[in-house]
């Protein structure tokens, strides 16, 4: 099997796993010394079988914190840019909330710390995404943490890998 069918057959699998409730995990992410510290923090608006991050965001502006949120650009580039409110958000092209046109670009040296969603992903933070490379074009030449938090049935072992595929630094899990 080839690593795209394994990813395939992952994304299926994931496609099958109940959205659980991840705040005991955003509490851990909340409370990483590098969230604390960091002025700008970037998440990703949870859609489909991803956790409801909207509670998070909401947290971090309470917090004080410069929060920012994923745009998705033509030929699968991404940019961030910050929300004061999440009624901010407009469904891009493909149905996801993302900051509108009138929100300000945020160059990806300011951002602290970075939440980046999956399906699946394992402990040397490797993911499984949708397939369309959004994250792991724009992560090599970020230099803050990245983060993603992981509930414990899906975490696998070991995630199948392309060259181009770019791990997170940190996996938070439940225990």
Request: hydrophobic share 40%; proline share 9%; charged share 30%.
């Amino acid at each position: 099997m080839t690593v795209k069918e394994r990813k395939e057959e992952l994304r299926r699998h994931a496609a099958g796993l109940p959205q659980e409730d991840a705040w005991a995990l955003f509490e851990r992410f909340l409370a990483l010394p590098e969230v604390e510290a960091a002025d700008t923090v970037m998440v990703f608006y949870g859609t489909g079988r991803e956790p409801d991050t909207l509670p998070l965001i909401r947290a971090l502006l309470e917090r004080g914190k410069r929060v920012a949120l994923p745009v998705v650009l033509p030929h699968r580039g991404m940019e961030a840019r910050q929300v004061l409110d999440v009624d901010q958000l407009v469904p891009n092209r493909f149905g996801i909330p993302e900051p509108d046109q009138s929100c300000p670009l945020v160059p990806k040296e300011e951002i602290a710390v970075a939440l980046i969603p999956h399906l699946m992903c394992d402990r040397e933070g490797y993911r499984l995404g949708w397939g369309g490379g959004y994250y792991d074009r724009w992560l090599p030449d970020f230099t803050g943490l990245t983060v993603s938090v992981c509930r414990l049935n899906r975490l696998i072992d070991h995630m199948p890998r392309e060259e181009f595929d770019v791990p997170v630094k940190l996996v938070l899990i439940e225990e």
